[in-house]
């Protein structure tokens, strides 16, 4: 089923470079905060945002993926965010994207990412208005769904999502701070990059 909604979207279209919603992604290796910060963004901004499609899928199957998942997986997120986007005014936001599906793709199954995926990841990259990139300053938070807590792979973790968005010279800027400090971080990001501001706070401009 998934192999032919994804086969259906392949050569249909995609995203403009300036969409009307702007899409804003969440983005970050795991154990950065992504979720939470996606949900409280769309919470300021009273605009919707697509969860992360593999954590419901994960539960789904019982913490069971292999590789030959990876098409539905990235079916999945992909129509999640469409939901999402046609539900937005002025932004959605996206915790994470289909280039996070490639990366951990790469990482636990190399070899078996769909080139179809990746095209539609490189694609798709073009279409969003900003990646905020969530740094790894939060303590390391265990969960059966994560897989590098040591120091060393938090660092390999930093350095491949930064250089994921470098090398295709994408729009991103970081995020940082605990708690509250890491909400006001995106917000002020959000506003100065992107001229955005929750509704009843355009004063703060």
């Known amino acids: 089923m998934a192999r032919v909604a ?48 593999v954590r419901e899928f994960w539960e789904r199957r019982a913490g069971r993926i292999v590789a030959g998942d990876l098409e539905e997986i990235a079916c999945g997120q992909r129509d999640g965010e469409e939901r999402a986007a046609a539900r937005a005014r002025r932004v959605v936001f996206c915790d994470t994207d289909l280039l996070t599906n490639v990366l951990w793709a790469d990482l636990l199954f190399p ?64 995020v940082s701070g605990q708690g509250d400090a890491r909400l006001q971080s995106a917000l002020a990001v959000l506003r100065q990059r992107l001229d955005l501001v929750p509704p009843g706070r355009e004063g703060a401009r």
């Not at 086969?7 to 969440?26: C, N, Y």
Request: glycine share 8%; net charge neutral; with cysteine.
């Open 111 to 174: 070899g078996s990412c769909p080139q179809a995926v990746r095209a539609q990841a490189e694609a798709r990259s073009r279409g969003y208005a900003l990646y905020l990139l969530c740094q790894s300053d939060l303590p390391f938070t265990p969960d059966p769904q994560r897989c590098f807590p040591d120091e060393a792979g938090r660092a390999m973790g930093a350095r491949l999502w930064r250089s994921t968005l470098a090398e295709r010279g994408l729009p991103m800027a970081d």
């Open 6 to 53: 994804w086969s259906a979207w392949i050569g249909g279209p995609t995203m403009s470079a300036s969409p009307v919603p702007l899409r804003v992604v969440v983005f970050g290796p795991e154990s950065t905060g992504k979720t939470w910060l996606a949900e409280r963004l769309a919470r300021e901004f009273d605009e919707p945002w697509a969860p992360e499609f």
